[in-house]
Nanobody
């Protein structure tokens, strides 16, 4: 199973981006998915997550500016990021709890993408 992010870039404050994360491989189903970010010198933090049913949760710092969504048919996760601020600069990582089928049955594993850089200039 692979999670591949895309959509990052260099933007000015106030602009928007749409991040995507495509999951591929021998996937039976995907439970919760989320976006995390890690700024230089800081710990990785949760930005937003979403259940398979569409329930969402956001970090206080991004509420009202970021929107997480998913397309279960495409195994793809999205993050619409609006009104970007310099403090949003970080590497954004996709996380997914993926159910795979093995010879022993179905099991859930946690996977991470490689990250996509978002840089916001003032």
């Amino acid at each position: 199973v692979q999670l591949v992010e895309s959509g990052g870039g260099l933007v000015q404050a106030g602009e928007s981006l749409r991040l995507s994360c495509a999951a591929s491989g021998r996937i039976f189903d995907i439970n919760a998915m989320g976006w995390y970010r890690q700024a230089p010198g800081k710990q990785r933090e949760l930005v937003a997550d979403i259940t398979s049913g569409g329930s969402t949760h956001y970090a206080d710092s991004v509420k009202g500016r970021f929107t997480i969504s998913r397309d279960n048919a495409k195994n793809t996760l999205y993050l619409q990021v609006n009104s970007l601020k310099p403090e949003d600069t970080a590497v954004y990582y996709c996380n997914g709890r993926v159910i795979v089928t093995t010879i022993e049955g179905q099991h859930e594993f946690e996977y991470w993408g490689q990250g996509t850089q978002v840089t916001v200039s003032s």
